[in-house]
Structures are given as C-alpha cells and as structure tokens.
C-alpha cells in the first residue's frame, strides 16, 4: 500500500524537476530582464533580481525600433495565419468529402511537398519576389507561405470524423458544399482550426532567415531580426539584450494561455475511439 503511494510521488517529483530543467532558461531570460548590469555581469549571476529595474524595457524600447519590429512580424504572422486556414480547410473539406477523379493522387503528392526541406524552395522564392518587385513589403513576407500541406492534412483527418449523419440529413434538407462547409464543418472543426493557428503564427512569428533575405529597411524588419540587432549594439548589454527577448516573447505567452484549451484539444482530437 505504501509502495503504491511512494510512486506517483516520486513520478511527480521528477516530472516537476524535468519542467523546472525546461522552464529553467525563460525563467532566466525574464528574470534577468529586471536586472541592472552589474547583477547579470556576475558570476554565477543570481537568479532573482534584487529589484524590478524597469529601465532596461525603456532603454531597450526607446533605444531599437521594437514595437515596430512587433508590429511587423504580427502583421505577417497574422496574414499567413489566416491565409493558411483559409486554404487549408478549403482544401481539406475537397479531399475530404468531393468526388474527383486522381483524389488520391493528388493528395500523395501534396503530402510529398512536406518531405522538401524549405531551404530548397529559398533561392526560386527569393528570385520570384525579386522580379515582382517585392522586397522590403509585406506581400513578399506573407504570399510564399498563404498555403500548406500539413494544415490541409491535419485539417483533412479532423473533418474525416465528423459523423456522416450529419451530412445526410443536411443533403436531404438541399444543402450544398458550400452550405456544408460554413454551416457544419466550420463550427464543429474549432479545435482543429485552433491548433492550426496558433502553430502557424508561431511558427512565422519565429521565422528569421526569409525575413533577413528579402528586407533592407529597418521599417520592415520583425522581432528576430530585432533581437539579433540587439545583439550587435557597440556595448554587449545583457540585460538589455535580455529585456528585448522578453518584450518578443510577450505575444507568444498571450497567444498560447488564450488558445491553449483549444490547442490541447485539437490536438487529442481523435486520440480516443467513440
């Protein structure tokens, strides 16, 4: 009996010691953002602050263009978010439930197109951008990405188990696709549509080789770039550097504690049978 009692214990200690090891370089990152320099210059350097030293987050404000680099990269990530759902459920509800000749095919073939590294399709991208004129602008950011296979997979597998009586019953009612889509499977695929959003944009919102590619102008960098240019400043401030990080990943928390019951959800969709 005591035995059975000391396991889930010990289960739990360890999985405590196993987050707070994860967890342990942002809970660095965000309490070093409150240091003064002579705190993080030290060694070891303390793991709380002795103070909230609010200056940093002026100076890291005033003195690099972050809001803009916020502002940038949540226009982008935003634009490529909604741009995905669109034509990933679009694409998945005609996989899922039209009759077309090669469907299968097709659908291998698109599912392929995630096996090609990305780093292959940089240099046509860049090219194409180029001709039309799209560097420094937020089309040449947003357009390369409007679609993808693994949104329409996830999608596609999500809409497969939807019960088929309510498609029946809505046929002999005179619905069409159309109907189908907006009125059935859009309501009922919410978690799955979640899941799909918050991965994009944070995906894209962490995204820093392609924006470093095909953007000059300080106006359109976003928050990575911005990182790394605080990275480069004359003097290497630390707790700067550091309260720049946490000002970027401020979306990223908001995002994931508004979206997590869906994310969670979407993401055991299906793990149990009935």
């Given at each position: 009996m005591i035995a059975k009692r000391i396991t889930p214990t010990l289960n739990y200690i360890l999985l405590v010691v196993l987050a707070l090891v994860v967890l342990y370089p942002l809970l660095f990152t965000v309490s070093?953002?409150?240091?003064?320099?002579?705190?993080?210059?030290?060694?070891?350097?303390?793991?709380?602050?002795?103070?909230?030293?609010?200056?940093n987050f002026k100076n890291a404000i005033s003195g690099f263009p972050i809001v803009?680099?916020?502002?940038?990269?949540?226009?982008?990530?935003?634009?490529?978010?909604?741009?995905?759902?669109?034509?990933?459920?679009?694409?998945?509800?005609a996989f899922s439930f039209l009759n077309f000749?090669?469907?299968?095919?097709?659908?291998?073939?698109?599912?392929?197109t995630m096996m090609i590294p990305w780093e292959v399709t940089i240099i046509p991208n860049y090219?194409?951008?180029?001709?039309?004129?799209?560097?420094?602008?937020?089309?040449?950011?947003?357009?390369?990405?409007?679609?993808g296979a693994f949104g329409v997979f996830l999608l596609r597998q999500f809409f497969l188990q939807l019960p088929n009586e309510l498609f029946?019953?809505?046929?002999?009612?005179?619905?069409?696709?159309?109907?189908?889509?907006?009125?059935?499977?859009?309501?009922?695929?919410?978690?799955?549509?979640?899941?799909?959003?918050?991965?994009?944009?944070?995906?894209?919102?962490?995204?820093?080789?392609?924006?470093?590619?095909?953007t000059n102008r300080a106006s359109m960098r976003t928050v990575q770039i911005g990182v790394s240019m605080l990275q480069h400043a004359e003097v290497m401030s630390w707790n700067l550097i550091l309260a720049g990080v946490t000002i970027v990943l401020l979306p990223s928390f908001l995002l994931l504690a508004l979206g997590v019951k869906q994310l969670v959800r979407g993401i055991t969709a299906g793990a149990v049978k009935g």
């Open positions: 070093s953002s409150f240091m003064t320099e002579k705190e993080v210059s030290n060694f070891p350097p303390p793991l709380f602050p002795s103070q909230l030293y609010l200056e803009r680099f916020i502002l940038n990269s949540f226009i982008v990530s935003s634009g490529i978010t909604v741009s995905q759902v669109i034509t990933s459920s679009l694409a998945a509800y000749k090669g469907k299968k095919v097709l659908f291998a073939i698109f599912l392929s090219l194409t951008i180029k001709n039309w004129g799209w560097m420094d602008s937020y089309q040449g950011l947003i357009v390369p990405f409007m679609a029946d019953a809505a046929k002999i009612d005179g619905c069409g696709h159309l109907r189908n889509f907006f009125s059935i499977v859009l309501p009922l695929s919410r978690p799955a549509l979640s899941t799909l959003a918050v991965y994009v944009f944070l995906t894209h919102w962490n995204h820093y080789l392609w924006p470093l590619l095909i």
